[in-house]
């Protein structure tokens, strides 16, 4: 039993219960697989772009912010579910449903955004990578997905999610051994450690490109809808625990790739880390491409599923999922052509978070602590701030 840790209380005074490590770890799946999506294949170029030799501080920014609004998320499980499902309170209800359509585009993008960085990869093997390719690669995985989905539907597909996260964990483990001992021997060779030169950008234009960065942490909020098959104590853990793990790697993968950065003399791409890993060790490209695009790909068919099952329920079962599918697909088609990588991933911090805004605003309005409700304003204000100025990396 986990005992030690209460969920977070509110004074809504709803006690969530206690939960067990068995039902803990399958909700962890979810979370986590959404978690490491796509973030820990780009954030190292990313930060690089923005920050220079300054990452650590900026992704430990970052993963402070993601915690703080993934207790949004635990909040509303524990205090607006209730509410929601007495249906007494119809401004929470509405709110509740613009965010499940926040949701619902931000899934999109989320979509085209996994499928771009598996083209990225794949194409890059192939050393075909180039803006067109990518676009005509992404619009086709999304087709094969969308065609799947309206046919036969993608349920079968979800086996793949929990697969994928066991390949994706134990590559980000094999990444870590093997920046690791790179670090150590630059050290032992040089004495110290190179790392990226800081690039010419003022402090508004870092602090922006960071905010666009909030995508590479999100995944969090999936706990919010698994209530059939898990209970708020559950979930409430499942979230906490899956931001601790995974922020804590993210941290440390990004620290330890710093003294790596330098060998890309300053040209960073959404397949940089191919570079790294081959510097690190020759071998590592091959299966961190498998790694890219088995994740990649679960990821897509996920978000593909949650958007069209959000579709539905929000058009109160009037529109079938299939015909959700067809709408996810067609719009991620439409954004593949439009966008780069970095660009999309920038869209994706601002769609995702209006969604978390939403949120804030729904646990505003079924908390009446004040200090509490003084902490949402808090953080809706960053949340904003992403939402307006969020800009690419490049």
């Not at 030169?197 to 995944?219: C, F, H, N």
């Not at 922020?247 to 790596?260: G, K, T």
Request: proline share 4%; with cysteine; aromatic share 12%.
């Amino acid at each position: 039993m986990v005992s030690k840790h209460q969920p977070e209380q509110d004074s809504c005074s709803i006690k969530a219960g206690s939960a067990t490590i068995s039902s803990i770890v399958p909700a962890m799946s979810t979370p986590l697989a959404s978690i490491f999506g796509s973030g820990f294949l780009v954030v190292v170029p990313i930060l690089a772009s923005a920050v220079g030799p300054y990452a650590v501080p900026a992704i430990v920014v970052v993963a402070l912010i993601a915690y703080l609004v993934g207790g949004i998320i635990r909040h509303n499980i524990l205090c607006a579910e209730p509410v929601l499902a007495k249906k007494s309170q119809p401004f929470t209800l509405v709110v509740e449903r613009l965010s499940d359509l926040a949701l619902v585009i931000a899934y999109i993008v989320s979509v085209c955004l996994y499928v771009h960085i598996l083209s990225a990869f794949v194409l890059t093997s192939f050393d075909l990578d180039n803006a067109f390719n990518k676009s005509l690669l992404t619009t086709m995985v999304i087709a094969v997905i969308t065609v799947i989905g309206f046919f036969g539907g993608l349920n079968p597909l979800q086996v793949l999610e929990r697969w994928s996260l066991y390949v994706t964990i134990l590559i980000l483990a094999l990444l870590l051994v093997m920046f690791g001992l790179y670090d150590v021997d630059q050290f032992l060779t040089q004495g110290l450690f190179t790392l990226p030169a800081m690039p010419d950008r003022s402090a508004w234009e870092i602090a922006t490109i960071v905010a666009g960065t909030l995508i590479i942490v999100q995944g969090f909020e999936t706990t919010r809808y698994l209530g059939k098959q898990f209970d708020s104590a559950t979930r409430i853990y499942a979230s906490r625990w899956s931001q601790y793990f995974s922020l804590s790697l993210y941290i440390l993968f990004v620290a330890l790739a710093q003294p790596i950065v330098p060998v890309l003399n300053g040209n960073y791409g959404d397949n940089s880390l191919i570079t790294l890993a081959a510097t690190a060790f020759w071998l590592l490209p091959v299966p961190l491409i498998i790694a890219a695009g088995m994740s990649q790909f679960s990821a897509a068919v996920a978000d593909t599923l949650a958007a069209a099952a959000n579709i539905k329920e929000t058009s109160q079962q009037k529109i079938d999922t299939r015909w959700g599918y067809l709408f996810v697909g067609a719009a991620a088609m439409v954004l593949a052509w439009t966008n780069s990588t970095f660009e999309i991933i920038a869209l994706a911090s601002r769609a995702f978070s209006l969604y978390y805004l939403l949120q804030c605003i729904v646990a505003f309005s079924v908390c009446r602590n004040h200090r509490e409700r003084l902490f949402f304003v808090f953080i809706s204000i960053i949340l904003s701030f992403v939402l307006v100025f969020a800009v690419p990396a490049g």
